[in-house]
């Protein structure tokens, strides 16, 4: 793993006394995707701010492909690239014309082909002579995107990528996202779509009120503090749990027409102890009508360190 | 080390800007200056003796191009650097590999071509009406682009400290404009009568226009040096301002 990006007790605490980051240590290996989940004022966009150049850290370090950001920061923010949240463009301009400047800006040659390339990867070369004004809102963050990329960075922030497009335009954006991973390009994503996260990342990182509660590779998260849930109804209620089942994390729901299964670790080991416990039932002659089953998904992960995150 | 393909980009890109409202920003301005010619040219001007052997006409030429160069330079200069902030497209040019040196030349530099283009086009609409010759031309376009510079400076410090549109306006309309207008546009200094001439040389735009004015006919108001001086000093303390709005990010970052 080669790190390409690195946080070091980075602070940023606003004027009025708001602490936006709070000591935030984390490092970024090339190539993969990083999804940094937060609620609204986490801390999210601050510390994208930081990295590229729009937030001043109150205090730590920050290193990009080996370069300080705070002495080098020109050959660090060569590499990187930035789709904000918000849809900000000049939007008077053509299509290719903003994407031509970004280039530019970057100090790179102008390059029609690559520019073209990145317009037809986006869908976008049809409306390269359209005023981003008239384009769809989708669209518009599609132009946004192959801004970022003309300089064909090697670390791109996606702010909030998918905020405010449909589910079509979602699914794209996460065929993009995919696109630009098999070229090699680190992309670090804040989302509020849990399933994007799940679906895009390598790795995820929990953050709240400038914290980061949690960094780990996605799978192992689920593995760590993922929860199977199973619902057995019974054909006939139990006043009581048989000792044949007492060794399952189970509970008598009240009626005694449902039993519930809560256990494993997001591995699959929950998936087996049901099926195990479901043949301890029929060899206990407890007969029953409906298994529903479910695995936590990492919204309640989520949503569980946040909780936890509360009350500390 | 400066970027010189990145200030071309922010150069051309807000020259294009310029361009996309050309008829506003030509048509006005030579609307303007006519409109000053036939009033007081035409109208009073055929009234007004020679001021030092130069027709009155000709004479409010120097302060008709500055009064439109200070205007138009500062605002172009300042809509350039608040509109990207005001609607956050700011963030491309904050996060890219540019520094105070490519940010300048490319805001600056394409605020003072279009000053430049506009000062061009006062002087053939002049010409229409008065007949005039400069008597040094080369310091004359030298004095135009010194003064450009400055108050590009000066309009892109405005575009930074504003934080709303009225404060975008409020120093161009209440402070220079009536200073303009008071600096000697359409009359000698030496024509107040005291202590009025002497309370004029209190106004900084005073030396502007008498530093173009001998630039145009080899006289003016206060010698020409110290409007050199006193130009060149407002453009020092400008991008010592700048410097300081870089280095500590200013209203440009958070």
New interface residues.
Partial sequence: MEPILELSGLSKVYPGGLTALDNVDLTINKGEVFALLGPNGAGKTTLIGAVCGLVRPTSGSIRAFGHDLASDWRRARNRIGLVPQELSTDMFEPVHRAVSYSRGLFGLAPDRDRIEEILRSLSLWDKRDERIMALSGGMKRRVLIAKALAHEPDLLFLDEPTAGVDVELRKGMWAIVDTMRERGVTIILTTHYIEEAELMADRVGIINRGKLLMVDQKDAMMARLGRTEAHITLARPLSALPSEIARFPVELEPGGEVLCYRGGDGTGKGKAEVAALTKALIAADIDYVGIDTRESSLEEIFVSLLGEGKAA | ?I?W??T???YT?EL??FL?TAFQSVLAPVLTTSLYFIVFGAAIGGRMPDLGGVDYGAFIIPGLLMLTLLGETTSNSSFGIYMPRF???I?????????VSETLLGFVGAAMTKSLLLAAIILLTARLFVDYSIAHPVLAVFYIMLVAAAFSLFGFILGIWADNFEKLGIIPMLFLTPLTFLGGTFYSIDMLPRPWDTIALANPIVYLVSGLRWTFYGQSDVNIWISFGITLGFLAICVAVIAFIFRT?WRL??
């Fill in positions: 080390m970027s393909r990145s071309w980009s922010i890109r294009m800007r996309r609607t956050g497209t963030y491309e040019l904050l996060s890219a590999p540019v520094g990010g970052r958070a």
